[in-house]
């Protein structure tokens, strides 16, 4: 594993400074779109999903397929659209519009009272960044987090983005939480431990000396946006090995230097003050033979 000295090292001349900068209300979705049952609901819960994991049918992987399909398209409208000066309140727009273009509904509108259509992470804002009115600087990084709820199911993927001129640093760090995610998709197929996701993780960010956040996991995913199993993204002891008809999603978060956070008052910004992080998602389906990467982008290559 190797040691890199970065404590010395000051990323951001322009920190993340809490409520700094206005959030625009959330926007409408037109009525005739189909609403996730928790707009109505109580709040769902989040953390450590009870039961058995879910082995969907032939007819609900196929729903998963088109959401998982209309959340990559739209990552790969909003990272191609990252200019600098641009706000994160206009990427949530241009998020939302795509979205609700494909009569989905936005899935972070109302989900525990998140107030917009996409998370947008900012530089040493790990995730769960809700996009305002701070305009997009030179050097930024930024995570951006779609959900989308189509047909009575969820599709979920994030992507990463940069604005020049970047950081060679921050661009090594999001290389590297790429290839955890690639390297941990690889190993997917009947009868594979759910703990091994972790464990690859782990080496691919131990062999460049960053990082693993240990705070967030990945989940399953079908008509509810999180459901079991969860997937813990260092090295752990979850039970369980993956089986045909399995979909979940992995999305490990690196970090520059130390595993340490705070959250905002917002209750949804967790920020580890001039630490950059990096984040990629994808939606997995284990096949008979393998695994299939529902949230594949067009523009992707390697897995």
Request: hydrophobic fraction near 35%; aromatic fraction near 8%.
């Amino acid at each position: 594993m190797k040691q890199r000295k970065r404590s010395h090292i000051k990323y951001f001349s322009k920190p993340i400074i809490e409520g700094q900068y206005g959030v625009v209300p959330a926007r409408a979705v037109p009525s005739h779109i189909p609403r996730p049952s928790y707009i109505s609901d109580a709040k769902p819960v989040y953390g450590i999903y009870e039961g058995a994991p879910v082995v969907h049918s032939q007819d609900m992987i196929q729903k998963l397929r088109k959401a998982a399909q209309i959340a990559a398209t739209t990552a790969y409208v909003a990272q191609k659209s990252v200019r600098q000066g641009m706000t994160t309140d206009d990427l949530d727009k241009i998020v939302h519009e795509f979205i609700i273009s494909q009569n989905a509904y936005p899935s972070p509108i109302g989900f525990m009272g998140f107030p917009k259509s996409v998370c947008t992470s900012v530089n040493e804002v790990c995730c769960h960044g809700i996009p305002n009115l701070r305009p997009l600087d030179g050097g930024d990084s930024l995570n951006i987090d779609v959900t989308i709820f189509y047909d009575g199911v969820h599709g979920d993927t994030s992507v990463m983005a940069q604005v020049p001129e970047m950081n060679p640093e921050i661009t090594k760090l999001i290389d590297t939480t790429q290839k955890a995610l690639y390297e941990a998709i690889k190993i997917c197929k009947p009868g594979q431990k759910f703990s091994k996701i972790g464990d690859i993780i782990e080496e691919v960010a131990g062999d460049e000396g960053f990082t693993v956040c240990e705070l967030f996991t990945g989940h399953g995913i079908g008509e509810l946006m999180h459901m079991p199993p969860t997937i813990i993204h260092n090295l752990n002891d979850y039970p369980g090995v993956m089986v045909p008809g399995n979909v979940f999603t992995i999305e490990p978060i690196l970090l520059m230097r130390h595993d340490q956070y705070l959250m905002w008052k917002d209750n949804f910004t967790v920020v580890s003050p001039d630490n950059p992080s990096a984040q990629w998602e994808h939606m997995i389906l284990i096949t008979e033979n393998g695994y299939e990467v529902l949230t594949k982008r067009e523009d992707e290559t390697g897995i």
